[in-house]
């Protein structure tokens, strides 16, 4: 017998809004998209690497932008509804050398996403490539209902 749920579970509805109010404030706090204010003008006082979260049907895609980051400078953790990236970026200066300007320096960031799926955290690939830090995030499978046979003994 095939049955159908009409309602939505109250766990799938507070998902949804809690996913909305993480986009709300994604959006303040990220003046690109808050505004029509230039981003350049605040890219070097952003607390965090500018990211994208993509999907397709099997994993969720987690793009974040490390120019002159190093991978042993990173740090990823991820559990089943959420992923922490976060590194330092350091910059050496030759003891001989005199600073004439300086506009980049070392930078502490930290980046934590609320994914919308639950994920497989040991099946999590990374990797750092011209600055741009891809991980793949594989999506937990559902339980899936199969028909038994039942025979006569």
């Given at each position: 017998m095939?049955?159908r749920?009409?309602?939505?579970?109250?766990?799938?509805?507070m998902?949804?809004?809690?996913?909305?109010?993480?986009?709300l404030?994604?959006r303040?706090?990220t003046?690109g998209l808050a505004?029509a204010w230039?981003t350049?003008l605040?890219d070097?006082?952003?607390?965090?690497?500018?990211?994208?979260l993509l999907?397709?049907d099997?994993n969720l895609y987690f793009?974040?932008?490390?120019p002159?980051?190093?991978p042993?400078?990173l740090?990823?953790?991820?559990?089943?509804?959420?992923?922490?990236?976060s590194?330092?970026?350091?910059?050496d200066?030759?003891?001989?050398a005199?600073?004439l300007?300086?506009?980049?320096?070392?930078v502490?960031?930290?980046?934590t996403?609320?994914?919308?799926?639950?994920i497989?955290?040991?099946a999590?690939?990374?990797?750092?490539?011209?600055?741009?830090l891809?991980?793949?995030?594989?999506?937990?499978?559902?339980?899936r209902?199969?028909?038994i046979?039942?025979r006569?003994?």
């Amino acid at each position: 017998m095939n049955t159908r749920t009409i309602l939505t579970p109250a766990t799938t509805a507070m998902d949804s809004l809690r996913h909305e109010f993480d986009r709300l404030f994604d959006r303040v706090t990220t003046p690109g998209l808050a505004s029509a204010w230039p981003t350049r003008l605040f890219d070097s006082m952003r607390p965090h690497p500018a990211a994208n979260l993509l999907e397709d049907d099997d994993n969720l895609y987690f793009e974040a932008e490390l120019p002159g980051v190093a991978p042993e400078n990173l740090d990823v953790n991820a559990s089943d509804h959420s992923l922490n990236v976060s590194g330092t970026r350091t910059l050496d200066i030759p003891d001989e050398a005199t600073t004439l300007r300086r506009e980049r320096s070392t930078v502490t960031f930290e980046r934590t996403m609320r994914l919308p799926v639950a994920i497989e955290p040991d099946a999590i690939d990374a990797r750092l490539e011209g600055g741009i830090l891809t991980i793949t995030l594989p999506k937990v499978r559902p339980a899936r209902t199969r028909r038994i046979a039942v025979r006569e003994a």
